[in-house]
């Protein structure tokens, strides 16, 4: 199977490159900023531009800008997903995966409620903006250039990267350092996506060839889990003792009247919980 992935240097990108390549799948990647023919790696300018000898069966579009816009650069990540587009035709392919984020529902809070793919598209941050307007920019290019497309909303992956918030979070975890936490900690439920589970979807599609039909999908392990439970879970992997300190429920309290510390401890505490239900039954998965 021939693959062109963008974003294939960024922290899942470059996971799904080494996996693609161990399946025995040619990868083509597509960069905004290197070009390395000898490596198979094209800009996006070379593909709209040049006739490059490479017929692409699937094209995952992972590239973005950063997962922290600013108003400014929602129109270049909307460009971007243009570009992609482009590129997807000069290698001349009808099938197109785009990863999105749950951002464009919102963000965390401390309401309990389960979303799924018919749940309002209200995104507060730029990121899921811009994200919500790359989905739509793709429905439209997909009815008057006539190709395929799965769009698939991911909440964070558990991916240990450095440069991400969970990465971080591995690193104190890993240094064996005490982490304050709530109470709250172990009652909030937020999604989140193991890498095996966004592996086994992908081999489906590839293997199966499931892209037949334009449909969107929460992307998401099937429980979901605690802030505390999350750093267990870190502990648990890295073989590490977890020292957590539970500061006073007081404390929270006091917090939530700032605004600037209540928008902190939603994004620690709050909650984000996906339906995966149309993915399971789609995919037949358990």
């Known amino acids: 199977m021939n693959i062109a992935l963008t974003g294939s240097s960024g922290k899942i990108g470059s996971h799904l490159l080494a996996d693609f390549k161990k399946m025995g799948h040619e990868v083509l990647c597509i960069s905004s900023s290197r070009s390395s023919h000898d490596n198979n790696t094209f800009l996006y300018e070379e ?10 069966d699937y094209f995952f579009h ?3 800008i950063n997962s922290n816009l600013e108003e400014s650069e929602v129109t270049n990540e909307i460009l971007l997903i243009k570009s992609a587009i482009n590129c997807m035709e000069s290698l001349d392919c009808k ?3 785009f990863f999105s984020t749950i951002k464009v529902y919102g963000d965390n809070s401390f309401g309990s409620y389960l979303i799924d793919e018919n749940s309002p598209i209200q995104p507060k941050c730029f990121y899921g903006k811009a994200k919500a307007n790359c989905e739509l920019e793709l429905k439209n290019s997909a009815k ?3 190709f395929n497309y799965f769009i698939f909303r991911l909440p964070p992956v558990l991916i240990n990267h450095p ?3 969970l990465g971080r979070l591995f690193y104190f975890v890993e240094q064996g350092l005490p982490i304050p936490s709530f109470h709250v900690g172990d009652a909030n439920c937020r999604s989140f996506l193991n890498y095996d589970l966004l592996i086994d979807v992908l081999k489906i599609v590839l293997n199966e060839q499931a892209i037949n039909s334009n449909k969107i999908y929460n992307l ?3 429980d979901p889990i605690s802030t505390n439970d999350l750093l267990r879970w870190f502990a648990k992997s890295t073989n590490k003792k977890l020292r957590i300190i539970y500061l006073p429920n007081f404390f929270f309290t006091v ?4 605004n600037l510390l209540q928008l902190i401890l939603c994004r620690l505490f709050g909650n984000f919980h996906l339906s995966n239900e149309k993915l399971r039954k789609d995919f037949k998965l358990p």
């Open 255 to 258: 917090m939530m009247n700032v």
């Open 163 to 165: 440069q991400s918030n």
């Open 47 to 56: 593909l709209e531009s040049e006739d490059i000898n490479f017929k692409a």
């Open 220 to 222: 998401a392990d099937n």
């Open 95 to 97: 099938n197109f995966i």
């Open 62 to 64: 992972l590239a973005s």
């Open 144 to 146: 008057t250039k006539n």
